[in-house]
């Protein structure tokens, strides 16, 4: 099973409260997944546009999202980010439920999201650093994975 398809087929969770109700087409791992490209997003200071564009692409083309779902669940991630002080939550849930080549799939996800304003500030590649070590994702793939975005948006 591809990892795109485990992500759309992994438990949907049960303890889930009516304020963080998730639709039945979104669980648990894809909302921390989100979460964590929309901290990513908001370590410069700004939230823009082409930042969504490039988590909801992200969600809708990796995750198999329909467009709805995936405007729903970035919807939601803003709320879990905002309410978070911490990234672990996000991170463990995703630890938990994916092997390292899906964490490996989220790493690339949460720098295409870095670079999508064409440019990489100091707060998120400390925060990638962060992320990377919470995924126990080395920090030589982390840079593969890094380089490998930069190429695909002509960056290097």
Do not use: P
Not at 45 to 70: Q, V
């Amino acid at each position: 099973m591809s990892i795109f398809a485990k992500l759309s087929s992994i438990f949907h969770d049960d303890k889930v409260s009516t304020n963080d109700k998730i639709n039945k087409n979104i669980d648990a791992e894809k909302l921390a997944a989100a979460a964590l490209m929309v901290e990513v997003a908001v370590q410069d200071g700004e939230f823009d546009d082409a930042e969504r564009n490039i988590i909801e692409k992200s969600l809708t083309e990796k995750l198999n999202l329909s467009s709805e779902d995936a405007a729903e669940l970035l919807s939601q991630a803003e709320d879990k980010q905002s309410q978070s002080i911490q990234i672990l939550s996000f991170t463990k849930e995703i630890k938990n439920h994916f092997e390292e080549e899906g964490r490996e799939h989220i790493m690339e996800m949460l720098w295409e999201v870095v670079f999508a304003d064409g440019e990489e500030d100091n707060y998120e590649s400390n925060l990638m650093r962060r992320i990377a070590g919470l995924l126990y994702i080395s920090d030589k793939k982390s840079g593969e994975l890094r380089k490998k975005v930069m190429r695909e948006n002509n960056l290097l």
